[in-house]
Nanobody, 122 residues
Framework: QVHLVESEGGLVQAGGSLRLSCAAS????????MGWFRQAAGKERDFVAA????????YYADSVKGRFTISRDNAPNTVYLQMNSLKPEDTSVYYC???????????????WGQGTQVTVSS
């Protein structure tokens, strides 16, 4: 079992930046691919970014490429999502997730955080 807890999101103006973090506990964090997803009101949950177990490789949705950066620190078991040049359409509940396997495959995540709200005002 992997327990994931996201940091508090927040309200930011368009063009601003925000960094989310997700602390993991339970099984060996470094064995897991970590991902970030988001779900806007009334929409399905979408993939945002993922990072390999080693941190050496990342993968992004086209909508955030060049603006968001995912990173991880295997001690102390934390994954980050740095969000720059935020747009109103980035407003969503953001979730971190964990799985074993290929970080380039955006499905089959086994463990999820509770989600954190990010609101971008225009």
């Amino acid at each position: 079992q992997v327990h994931l807890v996201e940091s508090e999101g927040g309200l930011v103006q368009a063009g601003g930046s925000l960094r989310l973090s997700c602390a993991a506990s339970g099984r060996t964090f470094s064995n897991y691919v970590m991902g970030w997803f988001r779900q806007a009101a009334g929409k399905e949950r979408d993939f945002v970014a993922a990072i390999s177990w080693s941190g050496g490789s990342t993968y992004y949705a086209d909508s955030v490429k060049g603006r968001f950066t995912i990173s991880r620190d295997n001690a102390p078991n934390t994954v980050y999502l740095q969000m720059n040049s935020l747009k109103p359409e980035d407003t969503s509940v953001y979730y971190c997730a964990a799985k074993r396997g290929d970080h380039r495959i955006t499905t089959s995540y086994n463990y999820w955080g509770q989600g954190t709200q990010v609101t971008v005002s225009s």
